[in-house]
């Protein structure tokens, strides 16, 4: 399995970046904050989550329930010291599908991860929505213009799938950045123009356009 794991105490991420790997045999991508966990999970494809609770920047259950808010379907583990009833439900109330309290013994954690995968991968019926000869799949986060498929970054697809969603209304940069980023997000504020311009370029194929308007001093707009 490819897993996200987010850890801020290094020497217990390096062990567990070594159990992961040398004893579960799965590929693990490690970062130490929240805001870094939820910019790899935004963007890239990871079968398991596992966010620690108290990390710097976001706390692992507000990335948890930021991602679900934004329609993550991928599994996610929280890692925590708290073992108060209160906290175990708030953590499963945000998303989290599990959560395993500090200290853990390892083989505990690889368990776990089996379980999650086994859910994690049962058979789930497509959403498939078409506009304008574009295929999005929102199951398996995969796009398709004219038979050919189009590879973009999670964050392009939420974008696409966002004005779809939205067809024939504009949308204003804020609305936007609240829907794709988060309102807490620390991005530059031209960041949707940007991410607008790299969805044209990778979807105006054969001089077809996307039928993304601009719409000047507001946000932007797919043309129903």
Not at 42 to 58: R, S
Request: overall charge negative; hydrophobic content about 40%; charged content about 25%.
């Amino acid at each position: 399995m490819k897993i996200l794991l987010a850890e801020d105490q290094l020497v217990l991420g390096k062990i567990l970046v070594h159990l992961l790997t040398q004893k579960g045999g799965h590929e693990v991508v490690w970062v130490t904050n929240g805001s870094d966990a939820y910019d790899h999970a935004a963007d890239l494809f990871f079968d398991v989550l596992i966010l620690d609770w108290m990390m710097p920047q976001k706390d692992g259950v507000t990335v948890c329930r930021q991602l679900r808010q934004e329609g993550y379907t991928g599994a996610i583990l929280i890692l925590t010291a708290k073992d108060a009833l209160q906290e175990r439900i708030e953590g499963l109330d945000a998303g989290a599908d599990d959560y395993l309290v500090k200290p853990f013994e390892h083989d505990e954690l690889l368990a776990r991860l089996r379980a999650l995968s086994r859910r994690n991968f049962a058979p789930i019926q497509e959403e498939i929505v078409t506009v304008k000869g574009i295929s999005l799949n929102r199951t398996t986060h995969s796009i398709e213009r004219n038979g050919e498929q189009i590879q973009l970054t999670g964050r392009e697809f939420h974008l696409l799938d966002l004005l779809v969603r939205n067809q024939g209304t504009v949308l204003t940069r804020e609305v936007i950045l609240d829907r794709v980023w988060g309102m807490d997000a620390d991005i530059a504020s031209n960041a949707v123009d940007v991410y607008v311009n790299m969805l044209r370029r990778k979807m105006d194929t054969h001089g077809e356009s996307t039928m993304i308007r601009s719409i000047r001093g507001v946000g932007y707009s797919l043309e129903k």
